[in-house]
Structures are given as structure tokens and as C-alpha cells.
């Protein structure tokens, strides 16, 4: 399964904003812990190690070493 680059949700502002709010009174560790989570079950989720690589990669492109 390659990485879907065009957009594939519904309603992505509502996503957004879920994804902020649930950030809302935690501390930078607790923050850092709930994406780690949330990584994890979205990577299960997906189930294709490839897609996932891929997913990495794009995340990463751009950004300082």
C-alpha cells in the first residue's frame, strides 16, 4: 500500500482541531507521550510497514537533522 498524498478526510479542520484539543492541559511530556501513543495505534491501524516508512520520510523531508 503506498502513502495517499491527496487529501482523505471529510473534514480535516474538525481533525485538526481534535488533534489540539487533545493536547489541552497536558504538561510537554504528557504531549510528547499521547503522540507517541497515538502513533502507535495509527501505525497499527494502517498495518503496512511500508506505508508507514514512507509516511516517516514525508514527515521528515524538509525538516533540520
Same mark, same amino acid.
Request: aromatic share 4%.
Given at each position: 500500500? %503506498?502513502?495517499?498524498?491527496?487529501? $482523505?478526510? %471529510? !473534514? @480535516?479542520? +474538525? *481533525?485538526? $482541531?481534535?488533534? *489540539? +484539543? =487533545?493536547?489541552?492541559?497536558?504538561? /510537554? #511530556?504528557?504531549? !510528547? =507521550?499521547? +503522540? =507517541? !501513543?497515538?502513533?502507535?495505534?495509527? #501505525? $497499527?491501524? *494502517?498495518? +503496512?510497514? =511500508?506505508?508507514? !516508512? /514512507?509516511?516517516?520520510? #514525508?514527515?521528515?523531508?524538509?525538516? #533540520? @537533522?
Amino acid at each position: 500500500m %503506498a502513502l495517499r498524498r491527496d487529501l $482523505n478526510l %471529510a !473534514r @480535516p479542520d +474538525d *481533525v485538526y $482541531n481534535l488533534l *489540539v +484539543d =487533545a493536547h489541552k492541559g497536558l504538561d /510537554e #511530556a504528557q504531549s !510528547r =507521550a499521547f +503522540d =507517541a !501513543r497515538l502513533i502507535l495505534l495509527l #501505525a $497499527n491501524q *494502517v498495518g +503496512d510497514e =511500508a506505508a508507514i !516508512r /514512507e509516511a516517516i520520510d #514525508a514527515a521528515r523531508a524538509g525538516l #533540520a @537533522p
